[in-house]
């Protein structure tokens, strides 16, 4: 199959926080563990087609195309789907809370990898339920700030809250809270403890928080960049910048089926 980008309206106008900083977003962000789309392959009773809204750069969707026959990949941003990396079964589709292009009751898999707040709950939910089939699951995860150590920590949390916490839209809110306040209209059943990690330098850990959506609405409001004005504070308290440092984050996934 060949790589496709096909373009499909939205019901309705998304906020585009990403398009501007595609390729930060592509290098910097964590990588999914192998574990959690093994987990998600073995609650499918068939692995034909999986659908995973919000791609982004397409980081979940390869994932997946190791474990499903075909991978269809939507994203509202046309920057982020021309900077997913093409596979052979993955179709990458510019589009939101809707894949027009999916038939009904056709899909074993759905994922919402760090998106689901940013979605029409309502129109993605009737979405779910068009073109999911039976026994089909829908998992969506999210993961919070990181953390590496009390010291970084702190002043992570202070650029956080005290200089960006304006700039952050209120869908993060959501993340905040693993996704608990969202209603989730499907027979939900426990997913095993997923633990998301990385070993960063310093420059990991600044290209990270410079793809933050806060950052880019900071930038558009103000001018200048948050993240290099406070760069010499974060180095300070990181120390040898060349200095490889664990990093987690706390993860979060709801999954079910339909009733």
Aim: overall charge positive.
């Amino acid at each position: 199959m060949r790589f496709k980008a096909k373009f499909h309206k939205n019901p309705k106008a998304f906020k585009d926080n990403f398009s501007t900083q595609t390729a930060i977003y592509a290098s910097h962000r964590p990588q999914y563990p192998d574990v959690l789309f093994r987990y998600l392959a073995g609650e499918c009773r068939e692995r034909k087609l999986a659908w995973d809204a919000g791609t982004g750069n397409g980081q979940a969707a390869r994932k997946l195309a190791l474990h499903y026959d075909q991978v269809y990949a939507t994203d509202a941003s046309s920057a982020q789907i021309f900077n997913a990396v093409p596979q052979s079964n993955i179709t990458y589709a510019v589009a939101n809370e809707q894949a027009p292009a999916l038939k009904r009751r056709t899909v074993n898999l759905i994922t919402v990898a760090q998106a689901l707040h940013w979605f029409d709950i309502d129109v993605f939910y009737a979405e779910v339920e068009r073109v999911l089939k039976k026994y089909g699951v829908l998992a969506c995860w999210s993961y919070k700030l990181f953390r590496i150590n009390s010291e970084v920590d702190r002043e992570i949390d202070w650029l956080y809250t005290d200089i960006l916490g304006s700039y952050w839209d209120r869908e993060r809110r959501l993340v905040d809270t693993g996704y608990r306040t969202l209603s989730f209209p499907f027979r939900e059943f426990r997913a095993p403890r997923i633990e998301l990690k990385a070993a960063w330098n310093f420059e990991n850990m600044i290209g990270f928080m410079s793809s933050w959506s806060a950052v880019a609405n900071y930038k558009k409001r103000e001018g200048h960049d948050p993240i290099l004005e406070n760069k010499d504070r974060l180095k300070t308290v990181w120390g040898d910048p060349d200095e490889m440092k664990n990093v987690m984050w706390p993860f979060s996934i709801r999954a079910g089926r339909v009733r």
